[in-house]
């Protein structure tokens, strides 16, 4: 995964429920590695996305939906999900263009 171009990956551990195929199969990785993995495979997840969100500060965008204005800047979302402050103050629901001062997932 560390060599593919992905921003963030949806990680939840393997659970066998009952009545399913998956509850006979052998070697099955304990739940406690099961665990390790997930927990390893989010922090590598959060740390792609900071970089990724950390490219969008100081950079122009044409295409923010505001969701609201917390005083000092508007905050809304990118067609790609980062969530960005933009400098001013510009209409809820409305799609503004900006300057981005502030990033997060």
Do not use: K, M
Not at 51 to 60: I, V
Request: proline share 7%.
């Amino acid at each position: 995964l560390e060599f593919l171009p992905w921003t963030q990956l949806h990680v939840f551990p393997y659970s066998e429920r009952e009545g399913t195929p998956a509850t006979r199969l052998e070697n099955s990785v304990p739940p406690a590695v099961r665990t390790q993995r997930a927990q390893r495979l989010i922090a590598l997840s959060t740390q792609r996305s900071r970089h990724a969100e950390a490219q969008w500060l100081g950079r122009a965008c044409s295409n923010a939906l505001i969701e609201h204005f917390d005083g000092h800047l508007s905050w809304g979302h990118l067609p790609n999900y980062y969530r960005v402050g933009l400098a001013g103050e510009f209409p809820v629901g409305e799609f503004a263009a900006g300057t981005v001062l502030a990033c997060e997932r």
